[in-house]
């Protein structure tokens, strides 16, 4: 899809204005960060998306084994 010459300027105008900066500002600083619980990353709920991502992607689960890591460097 492609948009005219009038629709750009549009959105132009749209992205200087100071007014809608400052709305989407107050926007990004209210939005709850749904894997954070108490100030904390809730292992659980990112598990529970990553999941549930992985399944909505169609993609086959891939078999869980234990490794054993005898030399581990950072």
Not at 1 to 14: C, G, P, V, W
Not at 28 to 35: E, G, L, Q, T, V
């Amino acid at each position: 899809m492609q948009i005219n010459d009038q629709e750009k300027s549009e959105l132009k105008a749209l992205a200087a204005s100071e007014s809608m900066r400052a709305d989407s500002m107050r926007l990004r600083a209210a939005r709850p960060n749904p894997f954070m619980v108490d100030g904390k990353v809730d292992c659980d709920r990112v598990m529970e998306f990553l999941t549930d991502y992985n399944e909505f992607l169609n993609h086959p689960m891939k078999p869980h084994w234990m490794f054993i890591e005898k030399k581990m460097r950072l």
